[in-house]
């Protein structure tokens, strides 16, 4: 069985980060380690969160000890400086392909309690990743390009891709981009070799929380499993798609999550085939 680490918070409340990556990867027969980055009362767009930092170097000596290895590092919300420059430690002690989900923002702002050089601190981390996976504003914050929020021209996404290739990863994917008022999807570009795969959906109006984490998670799965790209953003995006018209059928409360839990048994079934072909 491969095995993935994934560093990011344990939001207590608000489906998000760990509490979406953990059941995924199990969910898609990867043995799933955690490295929780802090734990928050709530995700940050509760008013009033709590945050506790956690330390993981303790962690990262017993497991070296332990002589532990890894087929992946995915990184997520980091929260801060610190935790970024443990990561950054983390990378350099265990060899794994990184792909690092540089989560710090969403519809043209960044999430509270984050300072603003943060996009500059993420930089440094994306420089060390085979894999990034931006949604659309955290793409214009990295790139240093003004913040559109749709739709976005080739043009724009262009600039957007040239500038996010070149801090370093190999491969880049975008999420949210909305190249017509009512279609939204996510791009995925193999800099190394110019390759770019798009895959879109019909775009529901309002805000989505965790979908970002339900995307990096299911392309993470997919791609350490050894999916080709193109089945990889394929299928992580109809799970993301899938998760919100589940959401909205439903009626849950936007701030709680979307409902991957009944989107799993289909998609699971769907991530088997790829790997039977
Ligand atoms: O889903 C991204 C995310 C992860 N972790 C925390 C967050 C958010 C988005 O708001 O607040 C703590």
């Given at each position: 069985m491969k095995r993935i680490v994934t560093m990011q918070?344990?939001?207590?409340?608000?489906?998000?980060?760990l509490t979406v990556a953990l059941p995924l990867l199990s969910a898609m027969g990867l043995e799933c380690a955690v490295l929780p980055t802090a734990v928050l009362s709530a995700h940050t767009a509760f008013e009033g969160f709590r945050y506790e930092p956690l330390s993981l170097t303790p962690v990262a000596d017993h497991w070296q000890q332990l002589g532990l290895q890894f087929d992946m590092i995915y990184t997520g919300y980091l929260g801060g400086r610190a935790q970024v420059d443990q990561a950054l430690d983390f990378f350099t002690r265990f060899p794994a392909m990184r792909l690092v989900d540089p989560v710090m923002a969403d519809h043209g702002a960044l999430y509270a309690g984050l300072e603003p050089d943060f996009p500059a601190v993420l930089r440094t981390l994306c420089a060390q990743a085979d894999l990034i996976t931006p949604n659309i504003t955290e793409a214009a914050l990295l790139a240093g390009l003004p913040y559109e929020?749709?739709?976005?021209?080739d043009a724009y996404l262009a600039q957007l891709f040239q500038a996010l290739g070149a801090l370093g990863a190999g491969v880049v994917t975008v999420t949210g981009v909305r190249p017509q008022p009512d279609v939204i999807g996510n791009v995925a570009c193999d800099c190394r070799t110019g390759e770019m795969h798009a895959s879109m959906r019909p775009a529901h109006p309002g805000v989505f929380y965790g979908t970002g984490d339900v995307f990096a998670s299911a392309l993470a799965a997919l791609l350490v499993r050894g999916a080709p790209l193109s089945a990889a953003l394929e299928t992580a995006t109809a799970l993301t798609d899938e998760s919100i018209c589940r959401s909205l059928w439903r009626d849950t409360p936007r701030r709680f999550g979307v409902d991957f839990e009944g989107a799993l048994p289909a998609y699971i079934r769907r991530v088997e085939k790829i790997f039977e072909a």
């Open positions: 918070d344990l939001s207590c409340i608000g489906k998000c980060s929020p749709g739709t976005h021209s």
